[in-house]
């Protein structure tokens, strides 16, 4: 492993930071973004796809940069410290992954130009309603219907079925969903958004930077990826290793940035005639933010390099190692850092508390800690 950021990754991340203290604010963008249903992303997103952040995982001959999740990393953390709303994770990590761990070569050639560019956004409808995280086994059907050819002349399918947690569903114009078909099999279908069958109900949440939907199809026209015998279960599996790793990295922007925002205060917050910083018990929480910054941050990249250089067992392993630490430490860093704020951090104006809900979400996003401690512990029995 190599622990130093190339020149390349350095400039890609300078790049981003300047871009979003630019076009994304939080104050006025963020938190313009909290009023509505729905993310809107132009023109941020456009601007961030033109940086060659929305391609970073596609293969050159798509249009995209060629480049790892390292790469990909470099530009989480960045909107992890802007708590950016934008659909990055969801399309950039999300979507590409699965069209390139899925999809053939037309199907590739078909979708991962648009994504790479940022003309389409892509989202994930993976979980359902009343099975928590479980994905294996979805009660979405798909029925062949050769009279729906789409997608290039593609056979067509006719899925029904509910998707719940669907991140960034209602900004999205393509959605990748799971469903069974009438054999049995797994598989993962491209649905238009915009198509009649398709219905996007957005889901409250606590953090307005991060947005979910429900959606409800009925009877939607959808193409198959990867051809009708392809078992699709290890393609959703690796995605969503990849997207753990990716909330991780971002939570570490977020905590990171949450960290200097307390360290600040604690700095220039006078109590008893002296700045809240020198006394010990604030010290020891600021120290304590610190230790899970770091080791957040070195489980999250470990798990980037694995998921680029390791693969199998061991990205999986990684994967599931940084998210088990990050689902509970993360959401404690921000519980921390509103108490060294105490009643200034549960106000509105104040910026902490947009941070707070960032780690709270995360902490959830793809499985609580006792999720991901349970897997561990199956691989470590019955690897």
Known sequence: MDFDFTDTQEQLRASVRRFLAERAPITPFVRAQYERAFVDPEPVWVG????GAAGLLVPEDFGGAGGGMVDAAVVLEEL????CPLPFTAS???AVSLVLAAGSARDQSSLLPGLADGTTIGALGLFEEGARYSWHAPRAVAVADPDAGIGGGRDGWRLDGVKVHVADGASAGLLLVTAGDADGRFGVFAVDAGDPGVAVEPTPTVDGSRKFARVTLTGATAWRLGGGDDDARDAVSRTLDRLAVAHVVDGVGAAARALELTVEYAKTRVQFGKPIGTFQAVQHLCADMLRTVELGRAAAYYACWAADAAGGEEAHRAATLAAAFAADAFADLGGTAIQVFAGIGFTWEHDIHLFYKRLL???????????????????????
Not at 48 to 51: N, Q, R
Not at 80 to 83: D, F, I, K, Q, W
Not at 365 to 382: F, K, Q, R, V, W
């Open 48 to 51: 961030l796809a033109e940086l």
């Open 92 to 94: 950039a990590i999300g």
């Open 80 to 83: 992890g410290r802007a708590v």
């Open 361 to 383: 979400t995360l902490s959830v996003a793809l499985g609580t800690a006792d999720d991901h401690l349970a897997e561990l512990a199956t691989l470590a029995i019955d690897p």
